[in-house]
């Protein structure tokens, strides 16, 4: 690491690690805006890959295509629909028939039992342009229907009315995100470096990671068929800004650090590299990991954030450590101004906050971190209260969606699964019998079930179901008819449909959860076993970073439910959580315990238990807000999920960063000792720093005493 250290400072290489970037920033750049029309964001990016559902999808495109999704257009008057809004109807269904994005026969109108409603299915075909094309096909709609309505209230609702609602949400997410993250980072670095121009060194390579990583993960898009989404782009914007940021932080400190003790800014960046950079690797190559982990999932959308987010990492990790020390030796000490880093100058941090806070904790570790665990594992006692079984559509938003209220209309006059039918495809032979056993299922209208169409050897049959399509008894409903259908002899049928598909999301989901959760632990604990050379450090370090998760879980849930008012979580909340606090919260002890290790091997454990949280302390709380701060920026989207997801992951940091870093793990350092190297040959050394203890009588009267360097002691 020196000799590339050297290289990367070099008085002449770093322009030219410089002027590398800048090319390959303005090759990448076009690359880089293509990513939001690479994004797949049709049903099947989304669903587990083999679940039924999918299959359906699959096998219906022989008779109706995948780019055709059903609009179901709604009328109401309250007190019953008049002859003049019996000709309005009539008009916009011919309407209807000449809209450009119209995928087949308009279906309708179906008015209700009560006369206050009518229903009009309009099946939309978005083409090629698949989520996006939905959108303005069901604002065409909309418009139409609306046009000389006469104070008749019309809504536009069913999958497409939901695709366009979705759509909208998610627009423009890319530049909110990265406005919302950029305005945290630039915040937080001004905060932290009280500089006025220091900070924008680290926001521009953060600024070139994000452009080069989605060049990247959208030529993998493109040539490797990975499957990026919304979401994933949106989190890997969050992402480089925030790790990236994070990098910075570490390495501007310990520069600062050098520049006080060496007169060349070259030479000191080059030991800062040294030291800071197999940390911060470390630290990026777990969370790599973590998140290459993800590609275990059946869930497709899940799977494809994998390599997404590590792309992310991994960028940000190479420009993080090349071309931003590159700009920090190009500027001077000057760019530090108004607080210049001079040599001589007394290390602040040596009688600083922390430096306090680990006098006090080692007072008495052991009751500090009993006292701790428990309270976080009171606060863990709060995930009794998580709902990870999914939102409802209405609930999926956090404001109010057209297409919800079209939903609560239909729903209030027609039935329960209106607009969204149970699909089942089956062997052609067998269709009669399938329709049979299709129609006997409690929870689905006989009558709605459709004669099978047949074509190429296979039936293609619909039904209603009675109760809502994203109830727990729709749910039930779903599995008897796979029950009914699966057991006609020979007729090999598999049930889909919206219901069918939610179903399979949250049955995937918590299949992932167990599989990919104990994976993640294994692999986060070899590379901690590897960096830190020990077995009992990482053991301990996983078990203080799962409690800070569970804390963070339960208090979620909680206020989720209390104080948000959410009516549940998404499916994929736990695992998504899970992977980003363990990946990144385990960043902050490795930053912690490598530099504990580093001055454990020159003063003792005690005493370099001490000396490194009084080093890191400020930079680490300093990177933990700005990585909560950017999560925290999730919460600027209308949409559920990613706010759940926002906030769990900012508020885990946060503990990681405050309570488990500073204060739990402390005190477990200080209370099972050289221990905590176990079995490397540190485990084994006298501890020069360790406490001494009063003289017994029996002890010989030539013993020489211990140098005091208990927690008294001055630190630094």
Not at 93 to 120: C, I, N
Not at 479 to 502: L, N, S
Not at 540 to 553: D, K, P, R
Not at 614 to 625: M, P, Q, W, Y
């Amino acid at each position: 690491m020196s000799q590339v250290a050297g290289w990367i400072t070099h008085r002449y290489a770093k322009y030219v690690v410089i002027g590398f970037w800048l090319v390959v920033t303005v090759l990448l750049g076009p690359l880089a805006g293509k990513l939001t029309g690479a994004q797949e964001n049709d049903a099947e990016s989304w669903l587990p890959a083999g679940a039924e559902s999918t299959e359906v999808i699959a096998a219906a495109q022989a008779f109706v295509p995948d780019s055709v999704v059903p609009a179901v257009v709604v009328y109401e008057r309250d007190g019953g629909l008049t002859a003049a809004d019996a000709e309005t109807i009539t008009a916009d269904v011919a309407a209807f028939g000449d809209l450009d994005a119209l995928g087949g026969d308009v279906v309708g109108p179906f008015p209700s039992q009560d006369g206050e409603a009518v229903q009009v299915v309009v099946p939309v075909d978005a083409g090629e342009e698949g989520w996006d094309g939905i959108a303005p096909a069901v604002e065409a709609l909309r418009a139409t229907a609306e046009e000389g309505a006469g104070g008749l209230a019309t809504y536009v609702t069913g999958p497409a009315g939901q695709a366009a609602d979705s759509s909208a949400a998610f627009e423009g997410i890319d530049g909110t995100l990265l406005y919302a993250a950029g305005g945290v980072v630039i915040v937080m670095l001004l905060l932290t470096y009280r500089s006025p121009v220091l900070w924008l060194l680290p926001v521009v390579s953060a600024v070139v990671a994000l452009t080069v990583s989605q060049a990247v993960v959208y030529l993998m898009a493109d040539r490797l068929d990975l499957t990026v989404n919304a979401q994933s782009a949106g989190i890997l914007t969050v992402l480089v800004f925030g790790a990236g940021t994070d990098y910075a932080l570490l390495l501007v400190a310990r520069y600062r650090e050098e520049l006080r003790k060496n007169g060349d800014r070259h030479a000191a960046m080059a030991v800062a590299l040294h030291r800071a950079g197999p940390a911060i690797i470390a630290s990026a190559a777990t969370v790599a990991a973590g998140m290459l982990c993800l590609l275990l999932a059946t869930m497709n959308s899940t799977a494809g954030l994998g390599p997404v987010a590590a792309v992310g990492i991994g960028v940000a990790l190479v420009v993080m450590l090349t071309l931003l020390p590159a700009l920090l030796v190009t500027c001077g000490r000057w760019v530090f101004w108004p607080r210049v880093p001079h040599v001589g100058d007394a290390e602040p941090t040596e009688r600083g906050f922390w430096s306090r806070v680990g006098a006090q904790v080692a007072r008495h570790p052991r009751r500090t971190w009993v006292a701790t665990a428990s309270v976080l594992a009171v606060a863990s006692l709060g995930w009794m209260q998580l709902d990870p079984t999914g939102l409802t559509n209405e609930e999926s938003f956090r404001t109010t969606q057209p297409s919800i209220e079209g939903e609560k209309v239909l729903a209030a006059h027609f039935d329960g699964g209106a607009g969204a039918p149970v699909v089942v495809v089956a062997d052609a032979d067998a269709a009669a019998d399938v329709r049979a056993a299709f129609a006997d299922v409690e929870g689905i209208d006989p009558a709605t079930v459709t004669e099978p169409v047949v074509q190429g050897g296979l039936a293609y049959l619909e039904g209603t179901l009675e109760s809502a399509p994203d109830s727990a008894a729709a749910d039930a409903t779903v599995d008897r008819v796979r029950d009914a259908v699966h057991a006609v002899p020979g007729a090999d049928a598999i049930v889909g449909g919206t219901t069918a598909t939610d179903l399979d999301v949250q049955r995937a989901s918590a299949a992932d959860n167990r599989l990919i959760i104990p994976v993640i632990l294994l692999v986060v604990f070899l590379i901690l076993v590897l960096l830190l050379r020990a077995v009992v450090a990482p053991l301990v370090l996983m078990g203080t970073v799962i409690l800070s998760f569970g804390a963070a879980i339960g208090i979620s849930a909680l206020v989720f439910r209390y104080a948000f008012g959410f009516g549940g979580t998404d499916s994929s909340f736990p695992l998504y959580t899970f992977v980003f606090l363990v990946a990144l919260g385990i960043d902050y002890n490795i930053f912690l315990m490598t530099r504990v290790r580093e001055e454990a091997l020159r003063v003792g454990h005690r005493r370099g238990t001490l000396v490194g949280l009084s080093a890191t302390g400020g930079v680490i709380t300093s990177a933990g807000l700005v990585l909560a701060g950017t999560f925290a920026a999730l919460g600027t989207m209308p949409v559920v999920s990613f706010a759940e997801i926002g906030f769990a992951v900012a508020l885990g940091v946060l503990l990681d960063t405050l309570v488990v870093r500073s204060i739990l793990v402390t005190a477990l350092n200080l209370d099972v000792g050289p221990r905590m190297w176990w079995p490397s040959a540190l485990s084994r050394r006298p501890d020069p720093s360790a406490p001494t203890r009063p003289a017994h009588p029996s002890h010989r009267a030539d013993a020489q005493p211990v140098p005091d360097t208990s927690e008294h002691a001055p630190v630094g």
